[in-house]
């Protein structure tokens, strides 16, 4: 194959990570994310098959990706997951196979994930409280989500990583909980700021609860947060250990931080549409190619056309800012 790596953007960022999505359905309906009701899903004819997907990251890995990360929708609504996982774990220069899953089904797919090769979860958690959830998710679940990080832990993964996503108004009064609950479990936690991805275009600046605001809420309870030095520089979270328990708080604040400089990462959307950026609005057509018989150079081609028109930030905080026009749930958060 003539693909050869590295994939360099614009401005010398090295594109090592791919995320991704692997359906757009999900048994949740977080108002973040999706609409509540008459959901628009993709037909399955156009979802990338496993073998598409597997060809796909094949080619991805010779270009010098190194670290994948399924993601959806929520990825274990997808029939036969566990197979996925075992194809792409055994494609040789993958080093870090990892998922993000709001955890509902995780109780009876975890034990079969982990023996199929997946290493590490980000197992999705905004609040502890059933109607918090509940007006979060639009649905029941916070049980289930429970009994699978359980499941999860029992499974023996590498790591485990707790995800909340930050809402002024509604995460302040759940942030000590899940912070005991992440120590008590011996997992990390992060909390992302809420980004302008809601499939109900209901977002605005002011419900971004910064990272800034839960730090000092933390300190209050917890003691000093000390900074942790970043092993690599692409990794969006900035994290601080409890100098007191030794355990670790993330916060991942794309609105109010960017950190875009740094940005090492490429998607594919469930049905096979590569993007540079979460916020980009234009997407380049893999399955096309795919499904044409392209040879992989053409495909190989087709992702470097898209990592050389990456821009330099998403610009959320800039007046000329446009929206994509796709939800979290359409792209693979
Ligand atoms: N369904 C899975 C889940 O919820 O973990 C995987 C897909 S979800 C789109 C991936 C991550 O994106 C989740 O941690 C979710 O909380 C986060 N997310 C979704 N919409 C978001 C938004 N508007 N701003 C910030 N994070 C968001
Ligand atoms: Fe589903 Fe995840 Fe979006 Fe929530 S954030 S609606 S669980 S895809």
Redesign the pocket.
């Known amino acids: 194959m003539q693909c050869e790596g590295p994939l360099v953007d614009r401005f010398g960022r090295v594109h090592d990570n791919l995320r991704l999505s692997v359906t757009d359905r999900?048994n949740?309906?977080?108002f973040?994310?999706?609409p509540e009701e008459a959901v628009q899903f993709r037909q399955r004819s156009e979802i990338l098959q496993f073998e598409e997907i597997e060809r796909f990251v094949r080619i991805s890995v010779a270009l010098g990706v190194r670290r994948l990360r399924i993601t959806?929708?929520?990825p274990l609504v997808r029939a036969g997951l566990p197979a996925l996982v075992r194809q792409l774990a055994a494609i040789p220069g993958v080093a870090d196979l990892a998922m993000t899953t709001?955890g509902l089904l995780l109780a009876e797919h975890a034990a079969p994930l982990r023996a199929a090769g997946l290493q590490r979860l980000n197992i999705?958690l905004d609040s502890l409280r059933e109607t918090t959830f509940r007006r979060i998710?639009r649905r029941d679940g916070l049980a289930r989500v429970l009994a699978g990080i359980d499941a999860a832990v029992q499974a023996g993964f590498d790591k485990i990583r707790l995800n909340t996503v930050a809402i002024r108004g509604i995460t302040e009064s759940e942030v000590i909980a899940l912070a005991e609950y992440a120590l008590a479990h011996a997992m990390e936690l992060r909390f992302i700021e809420f980004m302008p991805l809601d499939a109900d275009s209901n977002w605005h600046s002011q419900y971004v609860l910064p990272g800034a605001v839960i730090r000092a809420q933390l300190e209050q309870r917890f003691g000093p947060l000390v900074p942790v030095t970043r092993e690599d520089r692409s990794q969006p979270a900035v994290d601080y250990a409890l100098a007191d328990s030794g355990g670790r708080i993330g916060f991942i604040n794309p609105v109010t931080e960017p950190f875009c400089g740094d940005c090492s990462r490429l998607r594919i959307t469930a049905e096979g549409q590569v993007r540079n950026c979460l916020f980009s609005t234009v997407e380049w057509d893999a399955r096309a190619l795919l499904r044409q018989g392209a040879s992989d150079e053409q495909v190989a081609d087709l992702v470097r056309h898209c990592i050389g028109a990456k821009k330099a930030g998403h610009g959320i905080d800039s007046p000329e800012f446009i929206r994509p026009r796709r939800a979290?749930?359409q792209l693979g958060?």
């Open positions: 999900c949740l309906r977080c973040y994310c999706m959806g929708g929520e709001n999705s998710a979290m749930y958060g």
